[in-house]
C-alpha cells in the first residue's frame, strides 16, 4: 500500500513541477564534438537544456541508448564520452559521409519523476567533428605516365589522384611537383589561387619541360593534370622522374608523394573518350558475383596498336577495387564480392581509359552505384530498462498497484534496410494487459523506432502472477520478415481486489407476456480477497426504474412487470457487486435482457385496397403489382406465406416480395377491371392471417385502329352544281375501341381532290365544298379520306367518300358502275369530274378545222367544174355521159356519220348536262353492301352492263369515258330514253383496243383519251397521291 502525509504532498508537487517546465514536445539535443578526443570531455548538460533544477535527487537522468561512447550524471545530467575513442572514420553510420554535419551518434535520456510515477524520453545526436588524422595518400608509390613525343606545348594530361578520408578542409588541398633527386631538386611553385604550379626557370635540366595544373571537377574534387611547356624528343631523352606531393588543409597539414615517372613514346595522335562524363546505375544488394553491372564504353580515333583501348580503375578506393571487376578489354563492370547495402550504400570511383599506344592517352569518366535495398535483414527489438523498474535477463518486476498506462520498458525496433524494407510495425502478441505507446511525439526515422511498454489495465496478483509478453516486429518488404522478442513481466502482490463478475456482459432471452415476480437469471461475482473483503452484496443501477430487481445476497434477478416484445425487445443495465471490507471495493456487470417473441400479432397490410394501373398487351407472366405486408412479431411468427384467392386463377403472387404475376395478356376492350383478394398467413402456432383487396386497371394502349361506320366505300351522294360554298357534302363517322388520346380521331382528306373543291373539318369528319363548282367539275369525285388517332405510334385508316356532281341523278346505273370501277381503281390516281372536259374542246377546234377545209375543198371543185362546163369542147375534151375514169374532183358521197355532231351541238344547248341528283349505295347481287375498297365490284354479275343517264337527248353518254374489265353487251335503255333511230340510242360496243369513237364525227379516239383511272393521260386530273392505295 502507498503511505500518506508528507510523501505523498512532495509527490504531487513535484509532478505538478514536471508538468510545469515540461515542453509540449519531446526535445532533440544536438551537441558537436570532435574525433579523438580524451575521456571525461564534457558533450552538455542535459538537466540544464530542459530548464530543469537538479541535484535534488527526486528527477533522475539514465543513459538509454549511446553509452558506449557516451556516460551521464544521475542527479545533475551532466553528458560526457567515457573511455572508448571517437574515430569518425570508423563509425560504420559516418562511411560515405561528406557533410561534417551528418556524422552524429544518436543517444537517449530517460528524465525520471518520483517512484517513477512518470518518465520521459528525450532523444540527442552529437556530432562528430573531424580532425586531420588522415594522411592523403597516392594509389601506388610509382605512378608512370607515358608521354607522346614532339606533342605540341599546352598538351594536358590526367594524372592519378589521391585520396584522403578526411574531408572538408581536412581534405586534400593542393597538389606540387618536385624535380627529381638528379636534376637539382626544385619544388615546383605557382599562384595558390590559379591552381597551377610551374618549376622555377631554368632548374635543372627539366625545369621547363612541364607544368602541374589543378583543375576543380563538377564532383568538387581535384584533377592534377601535366602540361607540356617544352619540346620533348624521345631520342635525346625517353623519361623524366618527378615527384607529385599531395597536401590537406589541415593544421597542421598533412602530405606524401609519389614518384611520377614521365615515359616519352612515339606519337599516339587520338586520345580515346568516354560516352559519358559520368556514369549512374542502380545495384541490388545482395547481387551475385559475377553480374554485369554496366559497361563503360570509349572511343579511340586511332587504329592498330593506338586505337586499342584498356579500362582500369581510376581514383577508387579500396573497398571499390575489392567489391567491383573491370573487364580491361570490354569495360563491363560486374560484382566480384557481394555488396552489403547496410555496409555501403553508395560507390564512386573514377575509371581511365587507355590506348596502347606509346605514348598512351587516357581519359577519365566517374561512376557512380546506389546501391538499392533488398529486404535481407529481419527486425530486431531490444528490450530495455526505463527509469526505477527493474529489469534483468528479461524479467521485469512491476507492482499490481501501478496505475493504468505505466511505462515499465523501453522497446526499441530497428531494421538496417532502407526504404519500405526499413518501415517496421511493432505490436504486442497475445491477451496481456500491456500496449505500446511511441516515446517520442515527433517523427523519427522510419526504421528506427522506440516505444514504451505501458499497462493498459490493472495488474492483480490474485488473478495472474506472471505475464509472458511476447512483441512481434514486422517490415513492409515483400516478402516481409519479421522477429520476436518477450519480457516476462512478474507481478508483486498487494490487497487491492474487487469482486468480479465471471461475465462482464450476461446476455438472457426471456418470453413476452410473463407473469410478474419471474426469475430471469442470476448473476455471480468472486473477490480473491478472502474474510469480510470477500463476502458480496449485489444492486441494480437506477436506470432499471422498477421493472427488474436483484436480491442482495444470492444474486437472482426477477421482473415485476410484464414485457412485450412489440415494446422493447431489448433491457440493458447494470448489476453491481460490492465487497463488505472497510474500503469497499465494487464490480459490476451488464445484464442484457432480450425479450423472446410470441406469436400474438396478426399480419398487416399497409392497405387494405391496393389498386394497380396496368397496361394492356402485357406479356404473360408479367409483374402487374406489388402489395407490402408487415408483421410485428418476430422470426418464424413474422415469416408469412401470401395467397391469391380468385375464381379465374389468372393472378399469381410471389412469397419473397409480394409480386403479384398475370397469366394472361389483358384487352382493354374485353375487361378493364379485375378484383380479387390477397391473403397473408404467418408461420406461428398456431398460424394468423389477414387479406387485402387488389383492384387492378387495364390502361388503354394504342391496339385498334379507327373504324368507319358511315359511309361505306360503295355509297356515294349527289352534289347539286348551284351549291354553295360552306355546304356540307358528308360526314365521315369514324370510332376506335380504345380510350383517351388513343381514341382521339383526326379526318384529313389524303387524295381525290386535285381541285381543292373539298375540306374536311379534322375533328367533326364533316365535308364542306369550299369552292364554286364549275362545268369540268360534273361528273364523279372520289375522296380519299384518312381516320388518324392521337395514339403513339398512330393507326389510321382509310375511307373513300364518293361525290357525284350533277343536276339530277337519271340514270343511277351508269353512277354505280362508275362507283364500282372507282372502288378497283388504285388510290394514286385522282378521280374528280369530267375527265373529257378539256378533250372536247380541243375536238371542237378540230372539227370546225376539218368542215372549214371541207368547205374550201367543195368550192374549189365548183369552180373548177364550172370552168370544165364553160370551156369549149374539143375531140379530145369531156364528153357528156361519159365518166372519167379517174376523176378526182367528183364529189365522194358524204359520211352521214358527220351530220350528228351538228345536232349534237344543238342539244347540248338546250339540255343542262344532267338533270337529277340522288344518293344511291351499291349493293350486292345478294343483297349485302359493299363496305370496303378491297371487294372489288367487277366480280358481281351486274358489272357487265352499263346505263345511259336519263337526261334526255341531250345528255351525254358518260358511259363511254369508262372501260370495263369485261366484255360490254348492249346496254339496257332507259324508259325516259330517246328512240332508237336518234343518235345516243345506245352506248356502242368497245372495240377491243379500248378504242372510243365518237358519236356524229370521223375522229377515232385512240386508248391514249380513254378514262381508265390507272391512265397518265389527263395531266389535270392526275395528281398523284403517294403512298395510298387499296389493295
Not at 597538389?175 to 632548374?203: C, H, M, N, T, V
Amino acid at each position: 500500500m502507498r503511505t500518506t502525509g508528507a510523501v505523498d504532498y512532495l509527490y504531487y508537487c513535484m509532478i505538478i513541477l514536471q508538468f510545469v517546465h515540461q515542453p509540449a514536445a519531446k526535445q532533440v539535443f544536438r551537441y558537436r564534438l570532435a574525433e579523438e578526443g580524451p575521456p571525461d570531455v564534457r558533450v552538455g548538460n542535459v538537466a540544464a537544456d530542459l530548464g530543469i533544477v537538479a541535484g535534488s535527487g527526486e528527477v533522475t537522468f539514465t543513459l538509454e541508448s549511446g553509452s558506449d561512447f557516451f556516460k551521464i550524471d544521475n542527479i545533475t545530467g551532466e553528458l560526457a564520452t567515457n573511455e572508448r575513442r571517437i574515430d569518425r572514420e570508423k563509425l560504420q553510420q559516418c562511411q560515405m559521409i561528406f557533410d561534417e554535419n551528418e556524422c552524429f551518434i544518436d543517444f537517449e535520456v530517460s528524465v525520471i519523476g518520483p517512484a517513477q510515477s512518470w518518465v520521459d524520453l528525450f532523444e540527442g545526436k552529437v556530432i562528430i567533428s573531424d580532425i586531420n588524422d588522415n594522411t592523403p595518400s597516392f594509389p601506388s608509390p610509382v605512378l608512370t605516365l607515358s608521354v607522346e613525343e614532339n606533342r605540341p606545348i599546352g598538351t594536358l594530361y590526367l594524372l592519378p589522384t589521391a585520396t584522403d578520408r578526411d574531408f572538408g578542409r581536412n581534405g586534400i588541398e593542393r597538389y606540387e611537383l618536385i624535380q627529381d633527386a638528379g636534376e637539382s631538386s626544385r619544388r615546383a611553385s605557382g599562384d595558390p589561387y590559379s591552381g597551377k604550379r610551374r618549376f622555377d626557370e631554368g632548374a635543372g635540366r627539366g625545369g621547363g619541360v612541364f607544368e602541374l595544373q589543378v583543375a576543380d571537377t563538377t564532383d568538387g574534387e581535384k584533377q592534377p593534370q601535366l602540361i607540356i611547356k617544352g619540346a620533348l624528343d624521345r631520342e635525346q631523352r625517353d623519361s623524366y622522374e618527378l615527384t607529385l606531393r599531395v597536401r590537406d588543409g589541415g593544421d597542421p597539414p598533412r602530405s606524401s608523394q609519389a614518384i611520377l615517372r614521365v615515359m616519352i613514346t612515339d606519337v599516339n595522335d587520338n586520345s580515346p573518350r568516354f560516352e559519358k562524363s559520368v556514369y549512374e546505375a542502380d545495384l541490388l544488394e545482395n547481387s551475385s558475383p559475377g553480374a554485369p553491372i554496366l559497361q563503360l564504353k570509349a572511343a579511340d580515333a586511332d587504329v592498330g596498336v593506338n586505337g586499342q583501348i584498356e579500362y582500369v580503375f581510376g581514383a577508387a578506393t579500396e573497398s571499390v577495387r575489392r567489391l567491383l571487376r573491370l573487364d580491361e578489354s570490354t569495360g563491363w563492370l560486374s560484382v566480384l564480392h557481394r555488396i552489403d547495402r547496410e555496409e555501403v550504400s553508395q560507390l564512386r570511383f573514377t575509371v581511365m581509359a587507355r590506348d596502347r599506344g606509346q605514348p598512351p592517352k587516357m581519359d577519365k569518366a566517374t561512376v557512380v552505384l546506389n546501391i538499392k535495398d533488398e529486404n535481407d535483414n529481419v527486425p530486431a527489438i531490444e528490450i530495455r530498462k526505463i527509469g526505477r523498474i527493474f529489469l534483468k535477463d528479461g524479467v521485469a518486476n512491476v507492482a499490481e498497484d501501478v496505475v493504468v498506462d505505466t511505462p515499465i520498458a523501453l522497446v526499441q525496433v530497428s531494421d538496417r534496410d532502407q526504404g519500405e524494407n526499413g518501415i517496421v510495425t511493432c505490436t504486442v502478441v497475445g491477451d496481456v494487459p500491456f500496449q505500446l505507446k511511441p516515446a517520442s511525439e515527433m517523427e523519427g526515422e522510419q526504421n528506427k523506432k522506440k516505444y514504451f511498454l505501458h499497462t493498459s489495465a490493472l495488474l492483480d496478483y490474485e488473478a495472474v502472477q506472471e505475464y509472458n509478453v511476447v512483441i512481434v516486429a514486422v517490415d513492409s518488404g515483400s516478402p516481409s520478415l519479421a522477429s520476436n522478442n518477450s519480457l516476462v513481466v512478474k507481478v508483486a502482490d498487494t490487497n487491492d481486489n474487487s469482486p468480479v463478475f465471471g461475465l462482464n456482459v450476461v446476455e438472457v432471452s426471456f418470453s413476452e407476456n410473463n407473469a410478474p415476480g419471474e426469475r430471469v437469471t442470476t448473476v455471480s461475482a468472486s473477490d480473491a480477497d478472502s474474510g469480510k473483503n470477500a463476502e458480496i452484496s449485489y444492486s441494480l443501477d437506477p436506470s432499471v426504474n422498477g421493472i427488474f430487481s436483484v436480491d442482495a445476497d444470492s444474486g437472482d434477478i426477477r421482473v415485476n412487470a410484464i414485457l412485450d416484445r412489440e415494446q422493447s425487445e431489448r433491457y440493458e443495465f447494470k448489476v453491481i457487486a460490492r465487497d463488505k471490507g472497510v474500503n469497499t471495493l465494487q464490480g459490476s456487470a451488464t445484464v442484457v435482457v432480450l425479450v423472446a417473441d410470441k406469436n400474438d400479432n396478426e399480419p398487416k397490410f399497409m392497405q387494405d385496397v391496393f389498386t394497380f394501373y396496368v397496361k394492356e398487351n402485357l406479356e404473360p407472366n408479367s409483374p402487374v403489382g406489388m402489395v407490402t405486408v408487415i408483421d410485428a412479431d418476430k422470426g418464424q411468427n413474422a415469416e408469412m406465406s401470401l395467397y391469391v384467392e380468385e375464381e379465374e386463377e389468372i393472378f399469381s403472387i410471389e412469397n419473397d416480395t409480394g409480386t403479384i404475376f398475370s397469366t394472361l395478356s389483358f384487352d382493354r376492350e374485353q375487361k378493364t377491371t379485375y378484383t380479387f383478394r390477397v391473403k397473408a398467413v404467418d408461420g406461428g402456432d398456431p398460424p394468423r392471417s389477414a387479406t387485402a383487396t387488389v383492384s387492378l386497371f387495364v390502361m388503354d394502349d394504342n391496339d385498334n385502329a379507327p373504324g368507319v361506320t358511315f359511309p361505306i366505300n360503295s355509297s356515294y351522294t349527289l352534289l347539286p352544281p348551284s351549291s354553295n360554298i360552306r355546304t356540307v357534302v358528308r360526314t365521315v363517322i369514324a370510332t376506335d375501341s380504345d380510350t383517351g388520346i388513343n381514341a382521339d380521331l383526326n379526318y384529313s382528306i389524303v387524295g381525290g381532290n386535285p381541285f381543292r373543291l373539298f375540306e374536311i373539318d379534322g375533328g367533326t369528319g364533316v365535308i364542306s365544298l369550299v369552292a364554286k363548282l364549275e362545268q369540268k367539275h360534273y361528273g364523279l369525285h372520289r375522296l380519299v379520306v384518312r381516320v388518324n388517332d392521337s395514339g403513339q405510334p398512330s393507326q389510321s385508316s382509310m375511307a373513300l367518300v364518293h361525290v357525284y356532281v350533277n343536276e339530277t341523278l337519271s340514270n343511277s346505273t351508269v353512277v354505280e358502275a362508275q362507283v364500282a370501277r372507282s372502288l378497283s381503281t388504285s388510290l394514286n390516281t385522282n378521280i374528280a369530274g369530267d375527265p373529257n372536259y378539256d378533250l372536247s374542246k380541243q375536238r371542237l377546234s378540230i372539227v370546225i378545222g376539218v368542215v372549214s377545209g371541207i368547205v374550201t375543198v367543195i368550192l374549189i371543185i365548183l369552180v373548177v367544174v364550172t370552168a370544165r362546163y364553160c370551156r369549149p369542147k374539143n375531140k379530145n375534151g369531156y364528153e357528156a355521159g361519159k365518166k372519167d375514169h379517174e376523176d378526182f374532183f367528183t364529189p365522194q358521197p358524204h359520211d352521214k356519220s358527220k351530220k350528228p355532231k351538228k345536232d349534237k351541238r344543238k342539244q347540248k344547248s338546250k339540255q343542262p348536262l344532267y338533270s337529277s341528283i340522288v344518293t344511291v349505295e351499291a349493293s350486292k347481287p345478294n343483297g349485302q353492301r359493299y363496305d370496303g375498297v378491297n371487294e372489288k365490284l367487277s366480280d358481281s354479275p351486274g358489272m357487265g352492263r352499263y346505263r345511259s343517264v336519263n337526261g334526255g337527248p341531250g345528255s351525254p353518254d358518260l358511259a363511254r369515258h369508262y372501260k370495263s374489265s369485261s366484255p360490254l353487251p348492249t346496254v339496257q335503255l332507259h324508259p325516259q330514253s330517246p328512240t332508237a333511230g336518234k343518235k345516243h340510242q345506245a352506248v356502242q360496243d368497245l372495240p377491243p383496243a379500248n378504242t372510243f369513237v365518237g358519236t356524229g364525227d370521223n375522229i377515232s379516239l385512240g386508248s391514249d383519251h380513254c378514262s381508265d383511272y390507272s391512265s397518265q393521260t389527263i395531266n389535270k386530273y392526275n395528281k398523284q397521291i403517294h403512298g395510298l392505295c387499296l389493295t
